[in-house]
């Protein structure tokens, strides 16, 4: 898509926008995210089931569970180049003599710059989280207190 993020319904019911298009037509995936894929490694499947645990529920569905391995397998690759860095140097001698950037620095930038924008993808950034309504089907009405009043407003 071109041009400017969608303003989320949300915001537009707390700002009082008349453009407030018909919150039926957005889409609700089903299912929650839960347990990880058997075949992640012991370091991923924990990274897996620590972000689970600490998102907000409801916020991760199945839908989302490709993106969300993307993230889990970035933040495991990070850990262990900066693993390796721990007792590295920031500057090492390349095969013909000379010096450069430690590669490992160079995986970690690469893996922080992934993890920057599925973080974004996810929900998982108090920037993100702004544009994030979660369903109402979890039933608690003070979790979500929000969301639920935008869908009153919006389907009366």
Known sequence: MRGAK??????????GSGRVGNLKD?????????????????????????AIADAPKGLLRLLDGP???????????RQIAREAMRNA????KSSKGGHIKNPHLLIIDQQTQI?????????F????RGRI????AHGSKAANKFANNAFKK???
């Open 6 to 15: 969608k303003t989320p319904t949300i915001l537009k019911l707390i700002r």
């Open 26 to 50: 957005e889409p609700q995936p089903e299912g929650e995210l839960r347990a990880p894929p058997s075949d992640l490694t012991p370091r991923e499947k924990a990274i897996w089931c620590a």
């Open 67 to 77: 993106v969300f391995r993307l993230w889990v397998e970035a933040w495991a690759i």
């Open 89 to 92: 140097k920031l500057v090492v």
């Open 115 to 123: 993890i920057r924008q599925l973080t974004g993808e996810l929900g």
């Open 125 to 128: 950034s108090p920037a993100s």
């Open 133 to 136: 309504t979660l369903a109402r």
């Open 154 to 156: 919006g389907a009366a």
